[in-house]
């Protein structure tokens, strides 16, 4: 599956419906995520970002995969760190984001099952940009010092 690209592109401004039930299609559309996530050399992607509008999103931060049906932020420490992102679908694009440094995420598992997921650092930040796309909400919306970069490659 493509790439959705660019800031004005309105289906990356579309809220994500959730996710009514576990099947083929929803395991399928996950590991295609998965894929075109690792192809362009990125640690997180929503599925909005492939033209699909449900709540899911992958990510892969320390060598671990984490597959999140319907995810949800239910706790945001007061403590907050900025740091660069860029975006899958605004290549090219950086600037620096405040988030907090620690989220739990309640969600899906690719087996149904309902997980909390205490979330720091890195692994914070891309979950935050992520459920963000699922609202609609992108890195620049949040971000000061956006710059372009055409060489830089690494991206959320």
Do not use: W
């Given at each position: 599956?493509?790439?959705?690209?660019?800031?004005?592109?309105?289906?990356l401004?579309?809220?994500?419906l959730p996710?009514?039930?576990?099947d083929a299609?929803?395991?399928?559309?996950?590991?295609?995520m998965?894929?075109?996530m690792?192809?362009?050399?990125?640690i997180?992607?929503?599925?909005?970002?492939?033209?699909?509008p449900?709540?899911?999103?992958?990510?892969?931060?320390?060598?671990?995969?984490y597959?999140?049906?319907?995810?949800?932020?239910?706790?945001l420490?007061?403590?907050?760190?900025t740091?660069?992102?860029g975006?899958?679908?605004?290549?090219?694009?950086y600037?620096?984001?405040?988030?907090?440094?620690?989220?739990t995420?309640?969600a899906?598992?690719?087996?149904g099952?309902?997980?909390k997921?205490?979330a720091f650092?890195?692994?914070?930040?891309?979950?935050?940009?992520?459920?963000?796309?699922?609202?609609?909400i992108?890195?620049?919306?949040?971000?000061?010092?956006?710059?372009?970069?055409?060489?830089?490659?690494?991206?959320?």
């Amino acid at each position: 599956m493509e790439l959705v690209i660019g800031k004005d592109n309105q289906t990356l401004r579309q809220k994500s419906l959730p996710v009514k039930k576990m099947d083929a299609d929803l395991h399928a559309l996950i590991s295609q995520m998965q894929k075109t996530m690792k192809e362009n050399d990125g640690i997180g992607l929503a599925a909005i970002q492939i033209g699909v509008p449900l709540r899911v999103i992958v990510c892969e931060v320390n060598d671990k995969m984490y597959s999140l049906i319907n995810p949800e932020i239910v706790k945001l420490s007061s403590e907050t760190s900025t740091f660069e992102e860029g975006c899958l679908s605004l290549p090219g694009i950086y600037g620096e984001v405040e988030r907090p440094e620690k989220v739990t995420v309640k969600a899906t598992n690719l087996d149904g099952k309902k997980v909390k997921i205490k979330a720091f650092d890195l692994l914070a930040r891309v979950v935050q940009h992520e459920i963000d796309h699922l609202d609609g909400i992108l890195f620049i919306d949040k971000a000061s010092n956006i710059r372009e970069d055409k060489r830089q490659t690494t991206a959320l």
